[in-house]
């Protein structure tokens, strides 16, 4: 590929697979202003090493570009520790069902149902270790095959099914834990 | 396959990793196993959950709008270095990229490009062939992606307009939908360094792009060719060259080809 049409190869990619990188960029820094920037850094970096792409699968390489920036934010981000904002705005469940009114129009419960389970899964999955969050997330939102999920988290097949067995198991047990939960307090 | 062999094989199944005669076997192990089948309704349950609520997060305008200013900044900064041809690559560069190409679409590595002899014993590829070549790349990169479309439509009314916005370029779109061959929608695609329009087509299974060209490009494309099962054909859009690229075998691609005509 000519340096002209790497970089265009690289623009294109990146517009084509911008929603994919911003929300695997939200599930693992957990708000809209790193998320953004980590994507930011990922496209320069992605320009810069556009001749390290091998041919294969562009949206992996792609995205494995936009993981590493996130990891690189949360390890400069862990080591100072300055406020962060965390998309988990409930702090659990109990709480978001003291918050939620009861109503008699349904459509309105409807929302709020679908609010509270909306917050019900955020909160478990930012509970996931981020290993198993990320494999769950590059799986089953953005439905990425195995091989495909090995080459963004540059790891073996055998650890993307693993991780994907580990937080599956998880997950079920966290949402039966706070199903269970739903029965005894209720009315 | 004993119910071990099943439990193994149960998130395999489930994520479609599975080939064909194994997921035979797995589906005779599930009619007479209810764990198996309640692991896989479950594991169906924590999907259609997580599908269901788990927000769904778009890139934000400001982010899209800034990445967009980055590439077309990137694009013009790469356009204004000159090309640099001034050497030739070794022979045997030449060679191997000439007869072979590996691309992996799906998991699957398929080798392209089992170029003719002469094409290797000359080194340089006439321009017309180089042009094949870029065609039927552009047109497997499409197949690799998650979509082959970057504006889903089967309106014409809508997939013109949208190429003139982007490329200035208002190629004639037709709909053959009575015919068998749906639109689908249209891309900005790459054809070596050129940006062109590309109209997607659907005929059953077979994917169908239209690569709209500069008006001097088929010139010297071969009449029709073919690669690794797929065939590349030229063809004039309204007086725009263009050239259709699929898997469609030879009496489809020619009713494909005659409707334009008509
Ligand atoms: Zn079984």
């Known amino acids: 590929m000519t340096a002209a049409a790497s970089q265009d190869f690289v623009g294109e990619l990146a517009q084509r697979h911008l929603d994919a990188a911003y929300s695997l960029g939200r599930w693992l820094l957990g708000n809209e202003h790193d998320a953004a920037d980590a994507v930011h850094d990922a496209f320069l970096r992605a320009t810069k090493s556009a001749d390290t792409y091998a041919g294969g699968n562009a949206r992996a390489w792609w995205l494995a570009i936009v993981r590493n920036c996130c990891l690189a934010r949360l390890d400069t981000r862990s080591r100072d520790r300055r406020n962060v904002s965390i998309d988990d705005t409930t702090g659990g469940s109990d709480r978001a069902e003291q918050l939620l009114p009861h109503s008699e129009a349904g459509d309105v419960e409807d929302r709020i149902d679908h609010a509270q389970r909306q917050a019900l899964i955020v909160h478990h999955l930012n509970n996931l270790p981020i290993e198993f969050r990320e494999a769950l997330i590059l799986r089953e939102i953005e439905e990425l095959s195995y091989r495909e999920i090995a080459e963004v988290l540059q790891t073996p097949i055998g650890t993307v099914m693993s991780r994907l067995a580990r937080g599956r198991a998880l997950l079920q047990k966290a949402l039966a834990g706070t199903a269970a939960g739903k029965v005894t307090h209720g009315p | ?262």
């Not at chain 2, 065609?135 to 970057?150: E, Q």
């Not at chain 2, 030229?234 to 494909?256: H, N, S, Y």
């Open chain 2, 1 to 262: 396959m004993d119910h071990k062999t099943a439990q193994a094989n149960l998130p395999l199944y489930f994520d479609g990793e599975l080939d064909r005669a194994a997921s035979r076997e797995f589906e005779a192990h599930l009619d007479e196993c209810a764990d198996c089948r309640a692991a896989l309704i479950g594991l169906d349950d924590l999907r259609r959950t997580l599908r269901d609520d788990a927000p769904r997060h778009t890139a934000p305008d400001l982010l899209r709008k800034r990445i967009e200013k980055l590439a077309a900044a990137q694009a013009s900064r790469s356009e204004s270095i000159p090309a640099r041809r001034s050497h030739r690559p070794p022979r045997w560069l030449a060679y191997v990229a000439s007869t072979l190409l590996a691309f992996v679409a799906g998991g699957v590595a398929t080798s392209l490009w089992q170029g003719s002899p002469r094409n290797a014993e000359t080194a340089e590829a006439p321009a017309g062939t180089q042009l094949a070549r870029d065609l039927f790349a552009s047109h497997w990169r499409a197949l690799a992606a998650t979509s082959p479309v970057d504006v889903v439509s089967t309106d014409r009314h809508t997939v013109k307009p949208w190429f003139e916005g982007k490329v200035g370029v208002a190629p004639v779109v037709r709909d053959f939908a009575e015919q068998g061959f749906v639109l689908v929608g249209g891309r900005i695609d790459y054809v070596g360094s050129a940006r062109v329009p590309v109209l997607v087509y659907r005929h059953g299974q077979h994917l169908i792009d239209v690569f709209v060209l500069a008006e001097n490009a088929t010139a010297n494309l071969a009449a029709s060719s073919a690669q690794n099962g797929y065939r590349l054909e030229p063809l004039r859009l309204g007086d725009q060259p263009a050239a259709i690229v699929t898997d469609m075998d030879a009496a489809e691609l020619e009713k494909f080809v005659r409707l334009f005509a008509s």
